[in-house]
């Protein structure tokens, strides 16, 4: 799993752009991983719904369990 996020990470952030500075490059990694990643972007693992959503669901179904 490692590998496929850093794959993405590559091809989705970092070979798109070019940063100035690290300050810049660590943003914008922020920017990815916290907002893009983690909460949005579709995950066939998670079968095709954002960490978030996934977590949010799994909470739902705890409480009512």
């Known amino acids: ?29 922020f920017e990815y991983m916290e907002v893009f990643y983690n909460r949005r972007r579709l995950h066939s693992s998670l079968g095709y719904v954002s960490p978030a959503e996934y977590e949010r669901a799994a909470e739902v179904q705890r409480r009512a369990a």
């Open 1 to 29: 799993m490692v590998e496929s996020f850093f794959s993405r990470l590559k091809m989705e952030l970092v070979h798109t752009r070019s940063f100035r500075t690290r300050e810049e490059a660590k943003l914008a990694l």
